[in-house]
Nanobody, 117 residues
Framework: QVQLVESGGGLVQAGGSLRLSCAAS??????MGWYRQAPGKQRELVAD???????NYADSVKGRFTISRDNAKNMVYLQMNSLKPEDTAVYYC?????????????WGQGTQVTVSS
């Protein structure tokens, strides 16, 4: 059974840093990433990464956030630096795989990130 568990969220002041972790189990995933959702807003992609290490970032976080993964441990991380109040959201880990031509996507429970002015 697939499980994704996030950790590392919290309350920080603007300009501070947090490191989010996502522990995956139950499968090997082609792409893993981080999404975020603020109240009243659509869930949006923050960053994702393939097994080969190819990355993609939202324009709003380029230069500040870094995504990485450890395939041996089946974990993905998000290092967040120079945090801004507009980064406040629930951050969700996402993982995708394809089996028998069926693509499946899985979500963690989310972890709250709050950035104060």
């Amino acid at each position: 059974q697939v499980q994704l568990v996030e950790s590392g969220g919290g309350l920080v002041q603007a300009g501070g840093s947090l490191r989010l972790s996502c522990a995956a189990s139950g499968s090997i995933f082609s792409t893993m990433g981080w999404y975020r959702q603020a109240p009243g807003k659509q869930r949006e992609l923050v960053a994702d990464i393939t097994r080969g290490g190819s990355t993609n970032y939202a324009d709003s976080v380029k230069g500040r956030f870094t995504i990485s993964r450890d395939n041996a441990k089946n974990m993905v991380y998000l290092q967040m630096n120079s945090l801004k109040p507009e980064d406040t959201a629930v951050y969700y880990c996402n993982a995708a795989r394809a089996v028998a031509d069926v693509r499946s996507s899985y979500w963690g429970q989310g972890t709250q990130v709050t950035v104060s002015s």
